[in-house]
């Protein structure tokens, strides 16, 4: 059985602040995935000047980056699905949404919520159309023929 080794906390100390300063390692080598992640804005730049995918995994091929072009396709595509980017087209419209009041009648009154966020906004129009709903006459079906015998 091993003997209870000790260390003193100077040393831990001294351990901690000589591994939190040391340089990080680069690996030799790369799996394929890897090595297009890495290589990914030089290709799309390629895509951009309009190379094709298979003349990219040619020129890719002519630096001993052996890859076909539906595997490229694919790292690609799953690349640009991992990267969480925003549409433009969605930011514009919600920087668009400007406030407004919305009227709402009650007994005979009109009132205006000006709403502050699109929460308030869809909140408003709920409560305006669920007192919409309740000043009305609620639908009845016609019987059906027959229906009578049942009541």
């Known amino acids: 059985m091993p003997k209870n080794i ?3 906390k100077s040393s831990i100390d001294d351990a901690i602040s000589t591994f939190g300063n040391l340089p990080s390692k680069a690996p030799s080598d790369y799996s ?3 090595a297009i ?3 990914l ?3 799309k730049d390629l895509m951009n000047k309009g190379y094709n995918l298979d003349e990219i995994s040619k020129l890719l091929a ?3 980056i052996e890859i076909g072009t539906t595997t490229l396709k694919q790292y690609i595509r799953d690349f640009d699905k991992s990267q969480p980017q925003s549409s433009p087209s969605k930011q514009t419209k919600q920087s668009k949404v400007k406030a407004a009041t919305i009227p709402i009648a009650e007994e005979g009154q009109e ?3 000006p709403p502050t966020s699109p929460k308030n906004t869809v909140a408003a129009k709920e409560v305006a ?3 919409a709903v309740a000043t009305e006459k609620p639908y009845k079906s016609p019987p059906k023929p027959g229906a009578e015998q049942f009541k």
């Open 111 to 113: 009132k205006s919520i």
């Open 41 to 43: 804005p030089a290709i």
């Open 62 to 64: 002519q630096k001993n």
């Open 32 to 34: 394929l995935r890897e």
């Open 129 to 131: 159309v669920d007192q």
């Open 37 to 39: 992640g890495q290589i």
């Open 6 to 8: 000790r260390v003193q």
